[in-house]
């Protein structure tokens, strides 16, 4: 799999995964939002800090990886990703996500990395644990249209980026 930076270009491959209620399931309702409010969950492309994510082998698009620096500059940043239904199971979000999570420690100085996911989503429950990333709470968040699911709240995660290392140095 290649990682490159989303430019404007990929947004219709971007918001199509919009489209896919399998995609959607642990995000809200399949389809784009009528305003652009959250771009860190909805990127069109070029914003800093996303990448595009296609198989080597016919360059087809499998989704994007998208590491945000905090705006602080405190030295964290939030990891997520989204990937088509198709590709699921195949270690790509494993993939992916160590590969922006070494580009974040390298050239961003990232100390911390958080990430959320909701209690029912195991498949990035997993790939969190598989990353080193440690469980620090879990939060019943009050959603004007609740997801199935949501009941049994959304978890948040931390990585300190000296512990990855030490994972992953190992490996």
Known sequence: MTLTPASPDDGPELASLEFDAEVMRFLGPPGLPEDDSAPFLRPRGGEPGIWTARLRSDCSFVGWFALIAAEDRSGTAELGYRLRSADWGRGLATEGATA?????????????????TMTV?????????????????????????PLPGSEKGDMFYELDTRRYREIHSQQ
Do not use: Y
Not at 103 to 113: E, P, Q, Y
Not at 122 to 143: A, C, I
């Open 100 to 116: 922006v999570l070494q580009h974040g420690i390298a050239t961003m100085g990232l100390t911390r990395v958080r990430a959320t």
């Open 121 to 145: 989503n195991t498949g990035s429950r997993r790939v969190l644990d598989k990353l080193g990333f440690v469980h620090v709470e879990t939060r019943h968040l009050d959603w004007p249209a």
